[in-house]
């Protein structure tokens, strides 16, 4: 089955403890991304990538780390987390570099910061 | 499920009834927009795009109206079902290479029986 895949999907940690939430697609997707979404304010792009080795910070990449090994995998970092990285979590992939662009959304992971 | 949509505007139809879901985007240059559906606990899934030189898209029950001169967006569902109930995202691409997306708020559509 086609999808994009998230882990963990539900995280509770403490403040200033390195974290990593995977990505992972298998749809030979070249380009991948991050957001995060809280109430009221939508979707917010936190890094992109549009291929291996190539990735680019979307509008509020602070406080966050990302790295494109491999075309499948797109890990999002928090290497010192803060409470107001409480947020929901989404991973997105699309097939194409340009033109339209349907991505494909992961369930989601909820990270909560003390 | 998620409580992604505390403070979301929401829209009340009938069940059978047709929906107006409105958004208003950011970026005059933006060129290509998408229509997001997203049900409590899941995450957002493509309903139907436009880009910049149509003024109209239809889907299977679903169309999109783009306004240019006043940088509008509406989705149109035909025939409201329960299963249409969910929280819908506007998303234009920024820049000219289709990697930057920028998300409207939401609209929480509920559907009546």
């Known amino acids: 089955e086609a999808q994009v895949t998230q882990n963990p999907r539900y995280l509770i940690t403490v403040t200033g403890k390195k974290l990593t939430v995977t990505c992972s697609q298998n749809?030979?997707?070249?380009?991948m991304s991050w957001y995060r979404q809280d109430p009221g304010l939508g979707l917010r792009q936190i890094y992109y990538?549009?291929?291996?080795?190539?990735?680019d910070k979307g509008d509020v990449p602070e406080g966050y780390k990302v790295s494109r090994k491999e075309k499948r995998n797109f890990p999002l970092i928090l290497e010192s987390p803060s409470p107001n990285q409480t947020s929901l979590y989404f991973c997105?992939?699309?097939?194409?570099?340009?033109?339209?662009?349907?991505?494909?959304f992961g369930p989601g992971t909820r990270l909560t910061v003390l | 499920g998620e409580n992604v949509g505390l403070h979301l505007p929401t829209l009340s139809v009938q069940e059978g009834d047709n929906s107006i879901i409105n958004c208003a985007y950011s970026?005059?240059?933006?060129?290509?927009f998408i229509w997001y559906k997203q049900e409590s606990g899941k995450g957002p899934q493509f309903i139907i795009d436009?880009?910049?030189?149509?003024d109209k898209r239809q889907g299977q029950r679903v169309t999109v109206l783009l306004n240019k001169t006043v940088k509008h967006l509406s989705l149109q569902i035909a025939a409201t079902q329960p299963g249409d109930s969910a929280v819908y995202f506007c998303?234009?691409?920024?820049?000219?290479?289709?990697?930057?997306?920028?998300f409207g708020p939401g609209t929480r559509l509920s559907v009546l029986p």
């Open positions: 997105a992939s699309s097939p194409r570099l340009a033109g339209d662009k349907e991505q494909f």
């Open positions: 990538s549009m291929n291996v080795e190539v990735t």
């Open positions: 998303a234009e691409n920024i820049d000219n290479y289709g990697q930057n997306f920028v």
């Open positions: 436009i880009r910049s030189n149509m």
């Open positions: 970026n005059s240059a933006s060129d290509y």
């Open positions: 749809m030979n997707h070249e380009y």
